[in-house]
């Protein structure tokens, strides 16, 4: 039971180009979503989060939207970097059961100069 | 430096063995979580220690315990080892409060089972 899906593995973009990730989930009890960025041989790096009662969070030149009718969030990138280039990991958050995350399978970003 | 730290970064064993993780909290932090992710898959949830006790517990195998010692690191053990155990295994914390807080992961253990 995949209670949250990124249903691309992969995204690649030019350099400057808008970078969209997507995430759908299905559990209304979720009350954060995390966005974190994993580079290879490394921990996943925390990005950027939104409350359930937000619809927007931003910071610099990452934005996330929450669409909590349609359960679905993404986080544009703008510009992209060639240094954005990471695999991208969406996670929710159920306080109830202990405050454990919930992870996509990941999209992993190329960003091409 | 997220300041998780885990050990060993790497780990080769055969099937049937017992290994034991280990995970060092940031400093502060009473809450430990740890997740496995195998080839091409999501970080799964396993299980999470709040100041010494079992908070949550993911789809963990019996094979597998973990527990919160009094300085709060934690050990992740995984005995009778299949090569499907193969797989990174990062431990993460945060201070467990209420509100959001996110969790800080450490640079895993790769485990190999030969």
């Known amino acids: 039971d995949q209670q949250v899906k990124q249903n691309s593995p992969s995204l690649s973009v030019q350099e400057g180009r808008i970078s969209i990730l997507n995430c759908d989930y299905t559990?209304?009890?979720?009350?954060?979503f995390l966005w974190y960025k994993k580079y290879p041989a490394e921990g996943p790096t925390f990005l950027i989060s939104?409350?359930?009662?937000?619809d927007k969070n931003e910071d610099g030149r990452f934005t996330v939207f929450l669409n909590k009718s349609a359960k679905h969030l993404s986080l544009h990138i703008v510009p992209s970097q060639p240094g954005d280039s990471a695999v991208y990991f969406c996670?929710?958050?159920?306080?109830?059961?202990?405050?454990?995350?919930?992870f996509g399978q990941g999209t992993e970003l190329s960003v091409k100069p | 430096d997220s300041g998780v730290t885990q050990t060993p970064k790497h780990l080769i064993t055969a099937t049937g063995q017992r290994v034991t993780l280990r995970c060092s909290p940031r400093?502060?932090?009473?809450?430990v979580y740890w997740y496995q992710q195998s080839l091409d898959q999501g970080l799964q949830f396993l299980i999470q220690?709040?100041?010494?006790?079992?908070?949550a517990k993911g789809n963990i195998l019996e094979r597998f315990s973990a527990q919160q010692f009094p300085d709060l690191h934690s050990e992740l053990n995984l005995s009778s080892l299949e090569l499907g155990d193969s797989a990174l295994y990062f431990c993460?914390?945060?201070?467990?409060?209420?509100?959001?807080?996110?969790?800080?992961f450490g640079p895993g253990t790769r485990l190999t089972v030969l």
């Open positions: 993460a914390s945060n201070n467990g409060g209420q509100g959001l807080n996110e969790q800080f």
């Open positions: 400093s502060g932090d009473l809450s």
């Open positions: 220690y709040y100041n010494g006790e079992e908070r």
């Open positions: 939104i409350s359930s009662i937000k």
């Open positions: 559990n209304s009890m979720f009350d954060y």
């Open positions: 996670a929710a958050r159920d306080y109830n059961q202990g405050g454990k995350l919930i």
